[in-house]
T-cell receptor, first 111, second 110 residues
Framework: LAKTTQPISMDSYEGQEVNITCSHN???????ITWYQQFPSQGPRFIIQ???TKVTNEVASLFIPADRKSSTLSLPRVSLSDTAVYYC????????????FGSGTKLNVKP | NAGVTQTPKFRVLKTGQSMTLLCAQD?????MYWYRQDPGMGLRLIHY???????AKGEVPDGYNVSRLKKQNFLLGLESAAPSQTSVYFC?????????FGQGTRLTVV
C-alpha cells in the first residue's frame, strides 16, 4: 500500500490558484490517485481521480508526472468556501479493501 | 435519494455502556466502511465489508464489532465504551471509483 505525504496546512487568498502536492514514492503500477475534500462536521467528498498526465473536471485539475511518484491537485480561483481538508489517496481502483486516509492538508482560504 | 444515512447523529455514553451505530445506504453498493475521526486528525479505518455477510478489520478495530446482515446496512457496535472511543464516526459505501460518506455520528463517552 503506497504511503502518501502531504503538507499539513496551506494558506491562500480568495481568487488565487491553489496547488496541493502529494508524494507517493512507492506507488504501484495498478494504483490510481484519488483526492477527497472534507468540510468541517461533514464526511469527505470525492473530488477527482487520475492515473497519469492530467485530469480535469468542473471542480479541480489533477496533474501526475510521468514517474507518478507525486501528484498535484489544482484548485482554480479559490473562494472562502474552499476552506477544507484535502486528502490524497493511492490505491487500486478495483481493490476497494485498501481505502485508507492519511492526515490530509488543511487549506485555509482568507478574504 | 438519501445516499448514506447514519443513526444516531449524536450520542453520549457512560463508560462501560454499549451501543450500536447504524449505517444505511440505498445505492446497492457492495463495499461499506466505518471510520473514526479524532479532533484535528484524519480518518482511521475501523472495519469494512466487501459484501453482505462479510466483514474485515481495518487499522483500529480493537473495542469495536461490526455486522453486515443485509447489504444495505452496516452496524458498528461498542461492547463496553471507553473515553478513548470519544470521536466522530463516519460510514461510507462505494461500488467503484467514488465513495459516499454519511454525515457522521458524534459520540462522547464520559
Amino acid at each position: 500500500l503506497a504511503k502518501t505525504t502531504q503538507p499539513i496546512s496551506m494558506d491562500s487568498y480568495e481568487g488565487q490558484e491553489v496547488n496541493i502536492t502529494c508524494s507517493h514514492n512507492n506507488i504501484a503500477t495498478n494504483d490510481y490517485i484519488t483526492w477527497y475534500q472534507q468540510f468541517p462536521s461533514q464526511g469527505p467528498r470525492f473530488i477527482i481521480q487520475g492515473y497519469k498526465t492530467k485530469v480535469t473536471n468542473e471542480v479541480a485539475s489533477l496533474f501526475i508526472p510521468a514517474d507518478r511518484k507525486s501528484s498535484t491537485l489544482s484548485l482554480p480561483r479559490v473562494s472562502l468556501s474552499d476552506t477544507a481538508v484535502y486528502y490524497c489517496l493511492v490505491g487500486e481502483t478495483y481493490n476497494f479493501n485498501k481505502f485508507y486516509f492519511g492526515s490530509g492538508t488543511k487549506l485555509n482560504v482568507k478574504p | 435519494n438519501a445516499g448514506v444515512t447514519q443513526t444516531p447523529k449524536f450520542r453520549v455514553l457512560k463508560t462501560g455502556q454499549s451501543m450500536t451505530l447504524l449505517c444505511a445506504q440505498d445505492m446497492n453498493h457492495e463495499y461499506m466502511y466505518w471510520y473514526r475521526q479524532d479532533p484535528g486528525m484524519g480518518l482511521r479505518l475501523i472495519h469494512y465489508s466487501v459484501g453482505e455477510g462479510t466483514t474485515a478489520k481495518g487499522e483500529v478495530p480493537d473495542g469495536y464489532n461490526v455486522s453486515r446482515l443485509k447489504k444495505q446496512n452496516f452496524l458498528l457496535g461498542l461492547e463496553s465504551a471507553a473515553p478513548s472511543q470519544t470521536s466522530v464516526y463516519f460510514c461510507a459505501s462505494r461500488q467503484n471509483t467514488e465513495a459516499f460518506f454519511g454525515q457522521g455520528t458524534r459520540l462522547t463517552v464520559v
